[in-house]
């Protein structure tokens, strides 16, 4: 029971963490000038792999710029890239802004990161900056198929046109077929502009060393600087969403629900599984992948396999797993990526099991309160019938032909009896020769 409590303890004072880290959606730091020149500039970070936390990040951050009336938006970039669909999404949002918007690129802005520039008004990039190398990379690290690279090229172009940018260059950077000798760029390799470079060809408007540079270029060196940050909640949803990380994080879930099964109580194990989906679907809703409708699913799921254990027959059992993987399917981005992630939490459970089973048995945690183990041994003085071995030696007379079993009479009792093997016919003489609880052996005299 302590451990009970401590664990009821520890989910507690998570919940009130993640319900603080959640109500803090990003600090907001203000660089004061003497009168901010009554213009404010929104800095919204984009670092690190481009998915679907980042895209949740910027949604939030962008439309709160809005909604505070901000006058321009600035974008330090230094990511090396991620998901063309986040990208995508991003991409939509940056388009559908009114407010003048600027990409600084502090280190790289490649692959996704080129995409989200090129869809935003203004480029400026550090002296030591790339920007491009964008073909469309699978997780195994292979070129992509012809039709999602048309697609990907397509995008490209038509982020640059939009923006009023030469598209051939925002084309060889996703097709290194494209020959480009006159800006170092041959046939074969992907386009990866510098900053001196992209200035020539139209996709810089300048090289600039910090963002006071950058402010002064853009003609907003006396507007109030507002910076956002992303929130602990946003921090986690953006480590959790990663591909790398999902199926990790179910492959913990289901190793730690199924090794608590075979421990005796409730401890680390079970904690840890728990704490793994806990951290799954809260990511998922952060990051705006997973609804109310996972969530209701995944309670559902469980309240039909806890179910099973109480009733007989299977069904809700299997309703229960089914409805379980329905709600991760529910709260994942990619369906391929999310099977991969399932079957192998599901291989790493399997593997478990068997080698617990071989291991423990079934003696211990759960199953020793589920599984009934009495036996009704006769030496714990459990017979299936009376064993009349007062019987043993009474003689009498056979009722019906003994083939070799029937009946005969003993003191006028009728009792169903066996022969030794033999045929006895009615009305012979007999004599009870073995009782073995039920079967009684009889004997012609």
């Not at 099964?261 to 401890?267: E, I, K, R, V």
């Not at 998922?284 to 396999?305: K, N, Q, R, T």
């Not at 529910?330 to 080698?355: K, P």
Request: aromatic fraction near 6%.
């Amino acid at each position: 029971m302590p451990g009970k409590k401590i664990f009821i303890y520890i989910v507690l004072l998570i919940m009130i963490a993640v319900m603080s880290a959640a109500g803090n959606n990003g600090m907001i730091h203000a660089e004061d000038d003497e009168q901010g020149g009554g213009q404010s500039v929104y800095v919204i970070p984009i670092e690190k792999e481009v998915e679907r936390g980042l895209e949740a990040f910027l949604s939030r951050t962008t439309e709160e710029a809005v909604e505070e009336g901000a006058d321009h938006i600035i974008f330090e970039i230094n990511t090396p890239g991620g998901r063309v669909d986040a990208a995508g999404n991003i991409a939509s949002e940056l388009q559908s802004l009114d407010i003048p918007t600027t990409s600084f690129v502090i280190n790289q802005a490649l692959s996704a990161g080129s995409y989200i520039a090129l869809n935003t008004d203004n480029i400026y990039m550090r002296p030591q900056a790339t920007m491009g190398s964008s073909g469309v990379i699978t997780g195994d690290g292979n070129a992509a198929d012809e039709k999602a690279q048309s697609a990907w090229l397509a995008a490209m172009r038509s982020a640059a046109e939009s923006k009023g940018r030469d598209p051939l260059y925002a084309a060889a950077m996703a097709d290194p077929s494209i020959d480009l000798p006159e800006i170092g760029s041959p046939e074969g390799d992907y386009l990866t502009l510098d900053p001196t470079t992209a200035l020539e060809v139209g996709y810089s408007e300048g090289t600039v060393g910090d963002r006071v540079e950058l402010l002064h270029e853009l003609g907003l060196s006396d507007a109030t600087v507002i910076e956002m940050e992303t929130s602990f909640a946003e921090e986690v949803a953006r480590f959790i969403t990663n591909p790398v990380v999902i199926p990790i994080l179910l492959s913990l879930g289901s190793l730690g629900l199924i090794v608590e099964l075979y421990s005796p109580g409730f401890g680390v194990p079970g904690t840890i599984g728990i704490l793994s989906l806990v951290l799954f679907f809260y990511g998922h809703i952060v990051a705006g992948l997973a609804g109310s409708e996972a969530i209701i699913l995944l309670v559902i799921g469980i309240g039909l396999i806890i179910a099973e254990i109480f009733v007989a027959g299977g069904i809700l059992g299997l309703l229960g797993v089914a409805a379980v993987i329905g709600s991760l399917f529910m709260s994942g981005y990619d369906v391929g990526h999310m099977s991969m992630s399932i079957s192998i939490a599901f291989l790493v459970a399997i593997g478990t099991a068997v080698v617990l089973f071989r291991r423990i048995g079934m003696d211990k945690g759960v199953f020793r309160h589920i599984i009934l183990r009495d036996e009704n041994t006769t030496e714990l003085g459990y017979v299936s019938t009376a064993n009349r071995l007062e019987l043993i030696g009474l003689e009498g007379e056979t009722a019906t032909p003994l083939r070799p079993a029937g009946a005969a009479l003993f003191n006028e009792e009728r009792i169903d009896v066996v022969s030794e093997g033999a045929f006895i016919d009615a009305n012979s003489r007999v004599k009870i020769v073995k009782v073995e609880g039920a079967r009684i052996v009889v004997r012609e005299i």
